[in-house]
């Protein structure tokens, strides 16, 4: 079935540094969710990318949708303390002919001030 | 607020009893799912409704568990004789459907199982 992978698990920084949190599926995706869960919250959606090759910026939050459509991945700029959380993608099935989307392992980020 | 709600917030049961849990989705969201999450994991993909139609459910899943959004607005979910390795948090999501997909998460119902 469909797997997606989320590297690192876990990533420290210091505040101020950038971090990358990396996104593979093992099949081809109609399109990539990214979500932040704070701890002890819920998911809260933050962007979806559709188009192969896609970039969208947020402030300091890049993100990347790969050519192939099987990889995505997130990129912030100068962390902040308000960084702190795990990062998911979560992408759907072009084939399926549904809407069931299949969360990633989470990148799990946090910020030393 | 009109956000996502679920109730309970917590669950404490003994092994071999019966739970319910219930999302009300944000109003006119035609899609509704359910999600399971463990420590240190990413939310598991349980099953989904369009409407009231349960279009998909995971293979993962067993018999205990089961289902329902009659009305096409708020949905339960039924776990029969719990077992310790039920104990997660259960997340509803819903989005509007027709072309946005965007799911909004509510805040859970964390499910011990003793």
């Known amino acids: 079935g469909q797997q997606v992978m989320q590297i690192p698990q876990y990533q420290h920084v210091q505040e101020g540094e950038d971090f990358t949190t990396y996104c593979n599926s093992s099949t081809t995706l109609s399109n990539i969710q990214w979500y932040k869960q704070r701890p002890g919250g819920h998911p809260v959606f933050l962007i979806q990318?559709?188009?192969?090759?896609e970039v969208k910026k947020q402030k300091r939050l890049t993100f990347q949708f790969g050519e192939a459509k099987k990889n995505s991945s997130l990129h912030i700029t100068a962390t902040q303390t308000t960084d702190v959380g795990t990062y998911f993608c979560?992408?759907?099935?072009?084939?399926?002919?549904?809407?069931?989307?299949?969360f990633g392992t989470g990148t799990r980020l946090k910020v030393l001030a | 607020d009109t956000g996502v709600s679920q109730n309970p917030r917590h669950k404490i049961t003994k092994r071999g009893q019966n739970v319910t849990f219930r999302c009300d989705p944000i109003s006119e969201h035609n899609r509704l799912y359910w999600y399971r999450q463990t420590l240190g994991q990413g939310p598991e993909f349980l099953t989904y409704?369009?409407?009231?139609?349960?279009?998909?459910k995971s293979r993962l899943l067993s018999d205990r568990f089961s289902a329902e959004r009659p009305k096409g607005s708020f949905s339960t979910l039924e776990i029969q004789r719990t077992e310790q390795g039920d104990s997660a948090m259960y997340l509803c999501?819903?989005?509007?459907?027709?072309?946005?997909?965007?799911?909004?998460f509510g805040p859970g119902t964390r499910l011990l199982v003793l």
């Open positions: 999501a819903s989005s509007l459907g027709q072309g946005e997909e965007t799911q909004y």
């Open positions: 409704f369009q409407n009231e139609a349960q279009l998909e």
């Open positions: 990318l559709v188009k192969s090759g």
């Open positions: 979560a992408g759907r099935n072009p084939t399926s002919g549904t809407y069931k989307y299949i």
